[in-house]
Structure formats: structure tokens, C-alpha cells
């Protein structure tokens, strides 16, 4: 197995949806969507991101049925107000029921707004909030490795 980061810095479900074709090039077996960080960022709509990435998920699973597939909630700002960050929290969990995705609840916990795991923009974590991304995903990712590798 192979793992491949299609992600590009700064980008929104819409950019994911727009690079997709690329994506799907390659032949996968256990997709991750992680998107939806930035369109929080940008106060957009979170209808919006919501279909986008239903759109991206459902045109995984056209190209490749057997696909496991895991989608990170994100969480908005909250200087965007209490009403657009429960929309925004909501979409996740709507998401992932509506398509049959696997759920990751928020993926940064423990790490957004941690200054030590973050870099000086405070956005964007130091090699150690990635470790604790890794095992804020571990939980989630290692049912899917193991039914690819046959041991579900």
C-alpha cells in the first residue's frame, strides 16, 4: 500500500473538488478527506463545503466501490459567531451519515489553539501536532488497514 497527500495548502473542499480528477487517477483503496479547514476560515457556506464533499466522496466510491472512506469534521473559527459554528460543526457528521463515510471527529482536537503544537501563525501545527493528528486518525484509519489487509 501506498499512501499519497493530495492535499495543497491554503485550499477549500472546492479546490479538493476541482483537483479530484487527478486524484482519481490513481487506483485507492481507503480515502481520508480532510477538508473544510479553510473554507471555515473563509466564513463560507457550509452547505456549500458539505456538497462538495458529498460530491468528492460519491465520485471516490464511482471510481472505486470498495473503497473505504474516513471524513476529518473540522471546526470554525469562533469569531464567525455561535450560529455559523454549529452549521459548520453539524456539516461533518451529515456528511459522513449521508454517504456511509467513516466518521473522524474533530481532527485537530488537542491541537488547535495549543501554541506549543502550533506554528507561529497559529494555525498550521509543528511536527508534534502532527503526531497528535496522527493519533486523533490512528483510531479510525487502523479498521480500515486492517480489513484491506484482510484481517477485518
Excluded: K
Aim: without cysteine.
Amino acid at each position: 500500500m501506498q499512501a499519497v497527500n493530495a492535499g495543497v495548502s491554503g485550499d477549500t473542499s472546492a479546490g479538493g473538488l476541482r483537483r479530484l480528477e487527478w486524484v482519481l487517477r490513481e487506483a485507492l483503496d481507503i480515502l481520508v478527506v480532510e477538508l473544510g479547514a479553510n473554507d471555515g476560515l473563509r466564513g463560507q457556506d457550509p452547505n456549500a463545503t458539505a456538497e462538495n464533499l458529498r460530491d468528492i466522496i460519491r465520485a471516490a466510491r464511482a471510481h472505486y466501490p470498495d473503497a473505504a472512506v474516513l471524513v476529518a469534521a473540522m471546526e470554525s473559527p469562533t469569531n464567525l459567531g455561535d450560529a455559523y459554528n454549529e452549521r459548520f460543526r453539524a456539516l461533518f457528521p451529515a456528511v459522513a451519515r449521508d454517504t456511509g463515510a467513516t466518521l473522524i471527529p474533530f481532527f485537530l482536537d488537542g491541537v488547535a489553539g495549543v501554541p506549543e503544537l502550533n506554528q507561529e501563525d497559529g494555525i498550521h501545527p509543528t511536527p508534534e501536532g502532527h503526531r497528535m493528528m496522527a493519533r486523533n486518525l490512528w483510531p479510525y484509519l487502523e479498521p480500515a488497514l486492517r480489513e484491506w489487509w484482510g484481517e477485518g
